[in-house]
């Protein structure tokens, strides 16, 4: 097993290389664009790391790595149209920089792309790689539906939303693990296991971005922290909240989500006063916990030599701590 | 062979197996219209012409074939959205009947089931397959690109037009084609020939839709006469114009591009009559058969037996008479 900065630096080769033999087209300037304005690159960091617990040659899924961060990317593209985002990692969206049209048409391209990378391995992994990855990208496209959806719904429920984000965010992450485990010919159930491990530390780490959100330090989280409480975002702890509350728990943390005017620092402090009291973090904590445990048991029964055992347990328990 | 018209019963009958099937979200509802509002399902129907051609089983093809038709809608939902269009086949389009997110994020599901059912075929055609269906999508997202951008260019040249048409429209024809034939087990030589005669008839066919739209009865043609002069479309037309035109004709016809006030009568009848002087619609026919001659060509090379050479050459005649 590599560190994952060298894995990074893999990965960011394979996008230099694109870079170099894309096409001349305009059509490929916002594909470069969100491809360079960085990330972690975690998703196709995982396909590699499939690849190696399983004794695969990384070398053979460098382009299917690359097809994974493309979709990433082209989803990101596309969530930021829907979304009206004017920023993407503190630089221009593509909409703004370009317009609409275009980020529409080179997100498609973008997908394309995705498939043709994904899809570049040996034969005899195709009709895997390609019904995992077909049904992959249909769950994310289905989870950003259901995200759209909830804005708009006063009934969502908790298994609805665990449901969104594990469709909208966690299927990649375990997607991208089997893949590499897939091209380095895991047997199905090791490949399966390998996914439910991605699928389940997917769904604590978005837990973990919500508690963040309200509970984290700006600096290290590198987001504003209440973000999403001023965004009235249906959230793991404002969902939680709601079920909890009594009548006047309740009224209060109404009354605050109706607000149309109302100084920031005020509501953030407010409703995170009313979760507080309400042991929402709390409460949070211990489904990310359970979640987290589920995927460490997938990682046992995987029955992997220790070296790589322990690879990925510090993966797993480095994302759990990313800002204690 | 069957007839036309019986193909697209079967196709029409996919479509409705794919309705009973698809998924409960809302998401697939903009799926479901565009699919529902009709077409004449060419693309689909060369599918399955293709397969009966090399003497393959029809059956194996419809769910590719369905798949083709699924990313031609697909293209037709996005294209809208950027085209601004507020009607698709007399029909609101579908960012009008729903929302520009929603036409985005199921085009981008639909797209993915295209994938999924041009894909759904034996593994040992797979990659094939695969190669072909990825190019294509490539080249026609190139082509709505260049589509987009000769909008804003005053400098288009007629053979970058002509590559414009065939990658926005004539690769889907050949490839609908061709992924027939691979499926029927055809040679390569044989599967490249059929891409080469769908290719060159859809580039005819597109050169004859310019026509039609200044020459055409109304009635026959379907769509508004004049329309692309309105819209100062940079058709083979008035390209040909503009390269042919005199000083005072290309004055003229300058004229009527720059007004942005104007009797659309006048503009229609005046861009018509440069164009009927400086004889471009004879210069289009004449590419037009040329095109023609060559997806002929091809034909003859693939010596089909007899039934089948004048069932396509039925097929190509009759699409080139189709309003005289």
Chains 1, 2 share one sequence.
């Not at 975002?233 to 005017?261: I, V």
């Amino acid at each position: 097993m590599k560190t994952i900065e060298k894995y990074q630096e893999l990965i960011v080769n394979q996008i230099d290389l694109f870079e170099k033999n894309r096409g001349d087209l305009a059509l490929y300037d916002p594909v470069s664009y969100i491809l360079s304005i960085g990330g972690k690159r975690i998703r196709p960091v995982l396909t590699l790391i499939g690849t190696d617990l399983f004794d695969g040659n990384i070398e053979d899924s460098f382009q299917s790595a690359l097809g994974i961060e493309m979709f990433h990317n082209f989803t990101l593209l596309h969530d930021d149209i829907m979304d009206d985002a004017p920023l993407r990692r503190g630089m221009d969206t593509v909409h703004e920089k370009w317009d609409v049209n275009s980020a529409i048409l080179s997100g498609d391209v973008m997908f394309v792309e995705a498939f043709v990378k994904v899809t570049s391995c040996k034969t005899k992994y195709l009709r895997s790689v390609l019904d995992l990855f077909n049904i992959t990208a249909t769950e994310v496209c289905e989870g950003q539906h259901l995200d759209m959806e909830f804005e708009t719904r006063e009934d969502v429920t908790i298994p609805e939303y665990i449901e969104m984000i594990k469709l909208k965010t966690s299927v990649l992450v375990g997607c991208a693990l089997k893949l590499g485990a897939i091209l380095a010919d895991a047997k199905d159930e090791e490949a399966n296991l390998i996914y439910d491990f991605g699928l389940n530390l997917g769904i604590a780490f978005q837990i973990q971005d919500d508690i963040l959100d309200v509970y984290g330090d700006a600096a290290l989280f590198g987001k504003q922290v209440g973000g999403d409480i001023l965004a009235n975002k249906k959230t793991y702890l404002l969902l939680k909240a709601l079920e909890s509350a009594d009548k006047s728990q309740g009224e209060e943390l109404n009354s605050w989500l109706a607000k149309s005017e109302y100084n920031s620092d005020q509501k953030v402090k407010a409703v995170t006063t009313l979760f507080t009291d309400l042991n929402v973090k709390e409460k949070a904590e211990k489904v990310m916990w359970d979640y987290y445990d589920i995927a460490i048991e997938s990682l046992n029964k995987l029955k992997l030599n220790e070296e790589k055992h322990h690879y990925l347990l510090d993966f797993a328990q480095g994302l759990m701590q990313r800002s204690k």
